[in-house]
């Protein structure tokens, strides 16, 4: 079975310049999470659906990152206008199942963004 | 608010050394825990978990028992490989959640032939 697929697995960019990132989740999970990493920071969720639906999305960093899922296997978040302090790698995750055991994230490879 | 407090890297072991990397956590009511490990280049992927008290989760040869008492998830091994040489994240899933999960900052694990 596929996993998780984000693509694109490297992007380099101009500060100003818009962003995107995609991901496909494993067919059947219902659950889809956005996340960060950078060294300074550790990890950190940006946002997270559950059946399409944004569930939180407090981790948003400010307006100029917004995502969306229009349907089950996509989602996509988007940096506009991009900064340098954007540099980062945000993986995407899905999972199945709800409830007090909530199951495995399934992660992406990650798309690794730099912001020049 | 619920947090994961993992500590500081990185570690440096010789190959079979033991193994201990520390986890305690903050949290209402009764979280699921586990450990994520992260090879280079890669996304995370589960390493291990347990969902209530004095649960044992193990896999790969690593463990990790729930301790309600003092709040903490220690991931141990008895002899580790080179190829162990990854990091290594702590994670709680609040109760009542759907599905998110609260990560620790990492442990970065270095194994030396």
């Known amino acids: 079975d596929a996993g998780v697929i984000q693509s694109p697995r490297h992007e380099v960019t101009e500060m100003g310049q818009e962003v995107t990132l995609r991901c496909k989740p494993i067919?059947?999970?219902?659950?889809l999470f956005w996340y960060r990493q950078t060294m300074m920071r550790g990890l950190e969720l940006l946002i997270y659906f559950n059946n399409n639906v944004p569930i939180d999305d407090s981790g948003m960093p400010e307006d100029r990152f917004s995502a969306k899922m229009p349907n089950a296997s996509f989602s996509t978040l988007k940096i506009q206008p991009s900064e340098p302090r954007d540099s980062a790698v945000y993986f995407c995750?899905?999972?199945?199942?709800?409830?007090?055991?909530?199951?495995?994230?399934?992660f992406g490879e990650g798309s690794r963004l730099t912001v020049l | 608010g619920n947090s994961v407090t993992q500590m500081e890297g990185p570690v440096t072991l010789s190959e079979e050394a033991f193994l201990t990397i520390n986890c305690t956590y903050t949290a209402t009511g009764y979280p699921s825990l586990f450990w994520y490990v992260q090879y280079p280049g890669e996304g995370l992927q589960l390493l291990l978990k347990a969902t209530k008290a004095d649960d044992k989760g193990s896999n790969k040869g690593f463990e990790a028992t729930y301790r309600k008492e003092t709040t903490s998830f220690h991931l141990e091994k008895g002899s580790v490989q080179v190829s162990d040489s990854a990091v290594y994240f702590c994670a709680l899933s609040e109760t009542g959640s759907q599905g998110n999960l609260i990560f620790g900052k990492g442990t970065k694990l270095s194994v030396k032939p």
């Open positions: 995750a899905s999972s199945s199942g709800q409830g007090r055991y909530t199951g495995e994230l399934f």
């Open positions: 067919s059947g999970h219902n659950s």
